[in-house]
């Protein structure tokens, strides 16, 4: 609605509160290995999330070997495509309960895949921590095994909503979903949020995939002063389409939008024009939090420029394995499943993606996570206003 690198960087920037992965843990896995799943969109139009949630994984897990591995073990990322595809999205979960040395998964992107595959992790009791599905179902299942590393659209939605009303003084806004579990839930909660400060003047649905918004933009009503895009890349498309037949209105949009490569590029400088956009980001810029712009130059030597959620990705293939090497310390061995969600639930982690460190709470959401505001400067995002609870 994408990496790899040194060891030192890592022995720096990792932290985990109150346990310290070190050298006392090195010798319970020695010599054996450990898997982990990554799964989400290889293809698709979602590609562009899931292949840099793979790469930051990935970056995470080199480090981790380079630095000794996850208590003796070496660690190797099985990555498998969903498809943005909730069935497919099931069989691949099916794919890594059936592997015995998976020991937790990282993924999915999509909602609705999340929301599909929740009850298979939970069946085979294997921990899965997505780094951005935000639909707040995902967490709402009830299921032991789910965790979020970034926040739920019941607080995005609605956190948007107020920054709009109360600080741009927007007060009729026009709302379009991508007719999807993320821009469906992503819209209702903008237009609860909106409807204390505004009106609603319409709401309207397109399909993912669609590229030609002409007659769609012909049909929006002259009286609406933002418009509020819930969905993913057919928002370049509906705001270049806005700008082409002279619509000044402010462009809003939440993270589905937060991705330089499928948004500014593919809006071609329509996002700077008229009134501009406010775009929603999942967690703060890099080089905000401390380890971030480290992080940054290694993933970006290695894979090119960061578009939106590797540093949220990253921490959670290191929680992940933080998790596993602590289960492992406790069980002076190798973990069981129950063992790593176990671990997972009481860890607190000191990342790179959010200011505060990893926290759960009882749904598996993370405690830390917060929500930001930008415009488009050019070819990049500036993130411009913090937004509360």
Known sequence: MTGRRGALPLLVSLLVLPVAVAAPAAAQLGGRDVKIGIGGPMTTTSAGFGVEMKQAVELAVDERNDAGGVAGARVTAVTVDDKADAETGKAVAKGFCDDPAILGVVGHVNSGVAIATGKVYAECGLAVITPMASNPKVTESGFATIFRLTNRDDRKGPGLARYLTQ??????????????PYGVGLADQFVAGFGTGGTVVARKSVQVGEKDFSDFVKSFPADFDVLFFAGIREGALILKEMRAQGRTQLFACGDGCWDTKAFIQAAEGAATQAEGVRILSAAPAIGTVPGSS????????????????????????????????????????????????????????????YAKPVQWTEKGDNKSAVIFVNVVEGDHFKQIDQIGE
């Open 167 to 180: 600080k741009m003084g927007k007060t009729r806004a026009l709302v379009v979903d991508d007719g999807t």
């Open 294 to 353: 480290e992080f940054g130059a290694r993933y970006t030597a290695k894979y090119g420029p960061i578009n939106n959620y590797a540093a949220s990705s990253y921490d959670s293939g290191r929680v992940l394995m933080a998790a596993i090497a602590e289960a492992a310390k406790d069980k002076q061995g190798l973990p069981t499943r129950a063992d790593v969600v176990a671990a997972l639930r009481k860890l607190t982690f000191q990342g790179i993606a």
